[in-house]
């Protein structure tokens, strides 16, 4: 009989690895296909390939989804200034809808039965897997190891050693997720609350002591250029990062509410999503109408908490984008940024489409496009409503 074909959603790490060589002597084929979003590089990902085929890979694939991530999803971020609970850039939980749409892509593409990942039944990246997977194939099987059995570490490095594989599986004193659009870093003080993560938890360990300038050149609300050199933005993004964190910058501690219900706590170090998100914010503000920035406020944070809740498939999805998308036609210019041990400074802007136009008026100095009457008269209409409900309702 011939094996079925499976799609293992593979890290390299010991939950995946263990969930591989499981699978693979239950008769399936396994596929283990790694998404790149820009936590692994060409060495990395040789060796993943080495490992997975000694444990019993079919095939190992790695799938470049650096320009998928960003089209789908983090220029959407950055229009939207989104930032969980005013923290967090949704680091990893973004990652992983892209990870499971790619691995379910791959799937129909071999005709696969079904289709794995390594997730617990604790934390939140099960619901997204399992969320992408049952809307885009209601028909492929999913399957989940670690979950359905409730696996302890030391379960899972037993097996494999009684499978022949001696690779070594202490468990790190962190936890480390990188990407494109930040690194997550969990460790015991994570798991309280009122610990912060020691310097040495921080994967970028600072090299900067002294201050830097960057410009920073947005068309359309997209980074197309840094100090005046244009590029893509995926690779302006890596590029400010590789910049921004040898002075600490972007690091923080987010506390928030789990899909599942309970509250967690995560480190971070995000130093080119912060710049990106706070640098484009203060454009806006310079750019965009008083409604726009309201409205854009609303909705970027209500595309946030879905994205984050494992709804990306969901119809208003596309309508939100839509929106965000469209808000961004005057977004141009250059930020001035100064990078800083541990912060930055936003100093200003320069934009053809800056509505503090000196024509019309400075703040809080002299009017040019009304009199002194019209002011006036506008005051006083403003307050009407006011004094109507105080007249009727003195006596109260």
């Not at 950055?78 to 992983?96: D, K, Q």
């Not at 005709?111 to 209601?138: C, E, K, Y």
């Not at 209500?302 to 119809?315: A, I, K, R, T, V």
Request: net charge negative; aromatic share 10%; with cysteine.
């Amino acid at each position: 009989m011939e094996n079925k074909k499976l799609v293992l959603a593979y890290s390299g790490g010991l939950d995946t690895s263990y969930c591989l060589m499981k699978l693979s002597k239950e008769d399936y084929e396994v596929h283990a296909v790694t998404i790149n979003t820009g936590g692994f590089d060409k060495l990395q990902i040789n060796d993943m390939e080495i490992k997975a085929l000694q444990m019993g890979a079919h095939i190992f694939k790695s799938i470049d989804a650096l320009s998928s991530f960003y089209q789908k999803i983090v220029k959407y971020l950055i229009y939207g200034n989104v930032l969980r609970n005013n923290t967090y850039p949704l680091s990893v939980s973004a990652e992983r809808i892209v990870h499971a749409i790619e691995i379910i892509e791959y799937a129909k593409s071999i005709g696969a039965n079904a289709i794995a990942h390594g997730s617990t039944g604790a934390g939140n990246d099960q619901v997204r897997f399992d969320l992408i997977f049952q809307v885009m194939a209601p028909d492929i099987e999913i399957i989940t190891p670690i979950r359905d059995f409730q696996l302890s570490r030391e379960d899972e490095i037993s097996y494999l050693k009684e499978n022949g594989v001696e690779l070594k599986w202490e468990k790190a004193q962190y936890s480390i997720n990188e990407g494109l659009w930040g690194t997550s870093v969990g460790g015991k003080e994570t798991l309280t609350s009122d610990e912060s993560l020691p310097e040495s938890a921080y994967p970028s360990q600072i090299s900067k002591k002294t201050t830097e300038e960057v410009v920073l050149d947005f068309q359309k609300g997209e980074l197309v250029g840094i100090n005046g050199e244009m590029d893509s933005p995926v690779k302006n993004i890596l590029k400010l990062n590789q910049q921004a964190k040898k002075f600490g910058i972007g690091r923080d501690t987010h506390v928030g509410d789990t899909i599942i219900g309970i509250k967690g706590r995560v480190g971070f170090e995000a130093a080119a999503p912060l710049i990106i998100i706070k640098a484009h914010h203060l454009l806006e503000k310079h750019t965009l109408s008083k409604w726009q920035q309201f409205q854009k406020e609303q909705l970027g944070n209500f595309y946030g908490m879905l994205l984050h809740e494992g709804q990306y498939l969901d119809p208003v999805m596309r309508d939100l984008e839509v929106f965000l998308a469209n808000s961004q036609n005057t977004v141009n210019g250059r930020v001035y940024v100064t990078l800083q041990p541990y912060r930055f400074e936003l100093k200003g802007i320069d934009s053809p489409n800056d509505l503090m136009s000196a024509s019309f008026g400075s703040y809080g100095e002299i009017n040019k496009g009304w009199t002194a009457e019209d002011a006036k008269g506008f005051i006083k209409i403003m307050s009407n409503q006011n004094k109507i409900y105080q007249h009727i309702n003195k006596e109260k």
